[in-house]
């Protein structure tokens, strides 16, 4: 063989060699990197025990527990439901700023308007370039996401108006829908929705609104209620000290003095009190969540 041969043939081994090489150097850091741990926050605007949140959480783990990825679930709470002003906020984002400064995160859950609205402020400075899956968020706008390309999920879309027909179906001499709130975001928002249906009804039945009534108040009123009445749930409700009460405590409350039939629009109210509803299931809320999470976190 000429030494001009050999010398082609030993550049064209060289080439082979050498990605094979490499292949064998590389493919188990690949594999190490694709057996990494994704380490997914879960923003909740409320509290662990509130029985939304928790129905959400389960959601979430059924479907993690069956995904092939190893991944390390973090749950946070803003508590929001007991606190809510510019002042705690600006606090919560300290905190956060402070607890993550040296963590990174593949992805966040978020639930509820709450913590939406707090990373739509503050993910950049938190947790920049982290995809964003939300759930449980009412009134959702499109404006909402501008120029948000990370941000993504599935809403809560409550039908009033669906169990508002419903109920009149079933007790047709109703005159009066009433509504128990403690001025939350959600029952303002819930009443925002009302704000367009009314005009459909207002011709045969009266919507009759109670803003901050506490337990006490709301389950004297009830008492008083004309027998053609209704009664809708579309927010928590606070006892006498101002303290939160429990979907489900609030409703068996209200159940155990009412004569006229309560609906609601959440899947936790039934069993303690309520005739029924088209209802809302936190646990869908999280599953649902969870999945546009994997398709995420699977690239």
Not at 15 to 22: A, D, G, H, S, V
Not at 178 to 185: C, E, H, K, L, T
Not at 272 to 280: A, M, P, Q, T
């Amino acid at each position: 063989m000429k030494d001009k041969e050999k010398i082609t043939i030993s550049k064209y081994l060289a080439l082979i060699i050498l990605p094979i090489f490499m292949l064998a150097v590389c493919a188990p850091l690949l594999s190490a990197q694709d057996n990494q741990v994704k380490k997914v926050l879960v923003l909740h605007s409320y509290h662990h025990g509130l029985s939304w949140d928790d129905a959400i959480d389960r959601g979430i783990e059924s479907v993690f527990e069956k995904s092939d990825l190893d991944i390390e679930t973090q749950f946070e709470y803003m508590d929001t439901k007991r606190i809510y002003d510019p002042g705690y906020l600006d606090q919560l984002y300290k905190i956060y700023k402070y607890k993550f400064r040296n963590r990174r995160v593949n992805g966040i859950i978020s639930t509820d308007n709450n913590a939406l609205n707090f990373l739509l402020k503050h993910s950049n400075e938190l947790f920049p370039q982290t995809p964003v899956v939300f759930c449980g968020v009412n009134n959702f706008k499109d404006v909402m996401l501008k120029d948000r390309s990370l941000y993504t999920g599935t809403v809560e879309a409550i039908d009033i108006r669906e169990t508002l027909d419903m109920a009149l179906k079933l007790h047709p001499k109703t005159k009066r829908f009433v509504f128990y709130g403690d001025n939350s975001p959600t029952y303002l928002a819930n009443k925002t929705i009302l704000g367009r249906i009314i005009p459909d009804y207002e011709s045969s039945i009266d919507f009759i609104f109670k803003d901050n009534f506490n337990i006490r108040e709301i389950t004297e009123h009830i008492r008083k209620l004309p027998s053609n009445s209704l009664i809708f749930l579309i927010s928590t409700i606070r006892d006498e000290q101002g303290q939160l009460l429990s979907f489900e405590r609030s409703a068996e409350m209200m159940a155990a003095v009412s004569s006229a039939p309560i609906y609601g629009c959440w899947d936790f109210f039934l069993g303690h009190g309520i005739v029924g509803g088209k209802l809302i299931s936190g646990f869908s809320q999280g599953e649902t969540a969870a999945h546009i999470a994997l398709t995420i976190l699977n690239g």
